[in-house]
């Protein structure tokens, strides 16, 4: 398990269409699939950094 600690994550012009398309849908399992694929790898990627 990762050490928690605050981080900072970028979001792509993408990604960010994605989440208000999220929103805008209230679509439960797109934002699951989004969290587990998209923010999940990079709080993972922030966590091995420094």
Known sequence: MHR????QLGLSAAEVQDVLSI?????????L?????VLGKKV???????
């Open 4 to 7: 928690v600690k605050d981080i």
């Open 23 to 31: 929103v805008l849908d209230q679509d439960r399992d797109k934002a």
């Open 33 to 37: 699939a989004f969290v587990l694929d």
């Open 44 to 50: 993972e990627k922030g966590l091995q950094e420094h």
